[in-house]
């Protein structure tokens, strides 16, 4: 395969067709390329804004090598499609960015904390969790209150459950499901910050300002940024995101969540190996948002720049506060992203709202 950069007109393959998707389509197409989203669910957000969309499940055998022939390069929105999916792809001749391997790590939160700890970035202690006696065991070792997590397939604080008294422990794993799960210390932290990064083909980095992040019930609400940090503590993020995206041999935009202990003290929370909810900011306050410059990356352009030139606060529009959009397109300093979702359910991302001021 040759490393020539993606001309203009070539197509990029995106699995999953959510608001990510439909995001980064759309810069896709500002750059001149064609799209096809391959998700199970019919009239996509990201398929409606793209060339085309392949309805079928992310492990379908005939629909991957279909997506395979017809892609250029293949990218995701969404972590939880099989890696073997993507092997798949690119034995169909497709390039895949990111590659198996970041996508296998981000995938298990017990093998994501084992990798970044093996690159210097220190996380919550942790306990791995197979049975209830594992259980016990594990809060014995890491004290209460501490938190309990399906390893795989949670998001938007899915799958989780505090552990107050270790009486709690067969209630929280039922809670659970059960299944393989993770034990983690409460991470004291003062704040949440996040750091969106960016590595290309040839191993250049592009990271964008930290984040302040404000999450309900394991749901972001807000992000402002630039977030007011010391020197010491974006040096020490800046850092982290480069042995992240180095010791992934990363391709493409990746958003690393931190916990912000004070004193410049960082933990990494967890690594998503796509653009992010926290970076949306990036559309209105940076010449290049996180979405073109997850293409540029998976395309093999030279990555766009990443200074701020605003300062943005992101509110997410959740079920039916979306009903607020005529009243949010008419303020001045507000510019409002809708993902074209037809129905409002309750907790659902809807929208999300940038307010836009001078830096
Ligand atoms: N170990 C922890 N200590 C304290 N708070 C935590 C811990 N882990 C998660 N949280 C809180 O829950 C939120 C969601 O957890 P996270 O691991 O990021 O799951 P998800 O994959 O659902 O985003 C975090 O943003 C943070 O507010
Ligand atoms: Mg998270």
Redesign the pocket.
Known sequence: MTDAPLAPGSTIGILGGGQLGRMLSLAASRLGFDVVILDPEDNSPAGRVSRGQIVAAYDDPVALNVFGRVCDVVTFEFENVPASSMERLAEAGARVAPGPVALAVAQD?VDEKTFLNGVGATT?DFVPVETLNDLTAAIETLGCP??L?TRRE???????VWIKSPKDAAKAFEAIGGRPAIL??????VR?LSIIAARGRDGATAIYPLGE?K?AG?V?RTTVAPAEVDVKTERRARAIARAVLDGLDYVGVIGI?L?DLGSGKLLV??IAPRVHNTGHWTQDGCVCDQFEQHIRAVAGWPLGPTAPHARVEMQNLLGDEVDQWAKLAGKADVRLHLYGKAEARPGRKMAHVNKVRPL
């Open positions: 939160r919550v501490a938190l997590k949670g998001y938007d604080g899915k799958g989780q983690e210390a409460r991470a004291d932290f949440e992040n999450h394991g972001l969540e916990f929370n967890e």
